[in-house]
């Protein structure tokens, strides 16, 4: 047992209990994305911020997701909006490459305001919600989601409103979710990559992450299939408005401790 234990952490800085207790929140993230289309990410991020060092955090937190969503969209593939995929991937893969290119200083806190005052117009405002988005919008919602991603991490929220706006079933609204943000946590993976970091030590917790995530998945979509329409809609309103209220928290944050 021992040896078993020192290969699932070896060359990192968790202990079993950490490496455990993230396995369960990965199910749990999973669980809750799958059953109501968003919000286990952000859970699975701020618990790993517990237990790893910053500078792995993002990388692995994208490859989780990659495995979460991937497996949440191929569980779900029938039920996927495509033809909003071009169109959003095309704009996050140049919103991407803006925001890595871009050479003047955005402070975060002035992105995570305007994202959170945004994502509460498109959750709650009638006349957003009554009109199905085209690809000229998807690819502009992919522009600013690749771009704020550089910036502040998951744009989940970015997303959702417009997939809720298209979608007319909650099984549709989930699988597209997880399809557009699959490419959005690749794309970043492929970037960290890139630069070159190594993945290696953490090939096991990434393993059991996954492993649980696609677990909670399986167990979420048996949730989201017997959840009446208006008990998911509600919820997912709900989830989004936590959500951008967490973002302008973290906006105004800084000057509140000033």
């Known amino acids: 047992m021992d040896r078993i234990i020192e290969v699932l952490i070896a060359g990192?800085?968790?202990?079993?209990?950490g490496f455990s207790g993230l396995c369960g929140v990965s199910f749990l993230g999973s669980?809750?994305?799958?059953?109501?289309?968003?919000?286990?990410?952000?859970?699975?991020?701020?618990t790993m911020t517990l237990f790893l060092p910053p500078a792995v955090l993002v990388p692995l937190h994208g490859i989780v997701q990659v495995g979460s969503n991937g497996f949440r969209i191929w569980l779900m593939r029938r039920d996927a909006l495509y033809t909003v995929a071009p169109a959003f991937i095309v704009g996050t893969l140049l919103g991407a490459w803006i925001g890595g290119k871009t050479v003047f200083a955005l402070e975060t806190w002035v992105l995570q305001m305007i994202l959170g005052l945004f994502v509460l117009y498109a959750?709650?405002?009638p006349s957003f919600t009554s009109r199905k988005p085209g690809p000229i919008k998807f690819l502009s919602v992919g522009i600013a989601g690749g771009f704020a991603t550089m910036f502040v991490g998951g744009t989940g929220p970015l997303v959702a409103p417009f997939v809720k706006a298209s979608c007319?079933?909650?099984?549709?609204?989930?699988?597209?979710?997880?399809?557009l943000m699959t490419f959005q946590h690749?794309?970043?993976v492929i970037a960290f990559g890139l630069l070159g970091f190594g993945f290696g030590p953490y090939?096991?917790?990434?393993?059991?992450?996954?492993?649980?995530?696609?677990?909670?998945?399986?167990?979420?979509?048996?949730?989201?299939?017997?959840?009446?329409?208006?008990?998911f809609?509600?919820?997912?309103?709900?989830?989004?408005?936590?959500?951008?209220?967490?973002?302008?928290?973290?906006?105004?944050?800084?000057?509140?401790?000033?």
């Open 168 to 179: 007319s079933a909650r099984q549709q609204v989930v699988s597209t979710q997880a399809l």
């Open 123 to 125: 959750t709650w405002a």
């Open 203 to 231: 090939v096991p917790l990434l393993v059991g992450l996954i492993g649980f995530g696609m677990i909670g998945t399986w167990v979420g979509r048996k949730v989201l299939d017997k959840l009446p329409e208006k008990v």
């Open 233 to 258: 809609r509600i919820g997912l309103n709900v989830i989004l408005t936590l959500l951008a209220s967490r973002l302008l928290y973290a906006a105004v944050l800084p000057h509140i401790s000033d």
């Open 31 to 46: 669980f809750i994305a799958a059953s109501l289309g968003l919000g286990g990410g952000l859970l699975v991020l701020a």
């Open 186 to 188: 690749l794309f970043k």
């Open 12 to 17: 990192t800085p968790l202990d079993i209990i």
